[in-house]
């Protein structure tokens, strides 16, 4: 039991970590497509970067925006994708942040 519990924790840490690799490219790869295709959504978004000028207001309005899925709307498929892809990761990420957090605490939190 000790090692499924072992396993299961590194297992979903090295995910979440490869899942937000993936994630952070994909969601300025997003970003830009709206930015270059959709820039009345990008300007409501408050013109969201990952780095340069970034608030965390401008990054939860856009946390928001793809898990809501929003981007469905748009008419640009290749945004729609990005966005579904974003979402996807994004959700991967936060459960697997989500279950290490609390195995740390059930399993090897205080007794």
Known sequence: MQNL???L???????SAAATVV?????TRFISRLQAFHREVFEELGEP???SNNTPEKAL?????VLRGDFKR???RTAR???SASRLLLIVILF??????????LHWGPS
């Open 9 to 15: 924790f590194y297992g979903s840490l090295l995910l």
């Open 23 to 27: 994630y952070l490219i994909l969601v």
């Open 96 to 105: 697997c942040y989500l279950l290490c957090m609390s195995m740390l605490v």
């Open 61 to 65: 309005r856009l946390v928001k925006y």
């Open 74 to 76: 748009l008419s640009d």
């Open 49 to 51: 970067s990952l780095f």
């Open 5 to 7: 519990t072992h396993d």
């Open 81 to 83: 994708s990005l966005g």
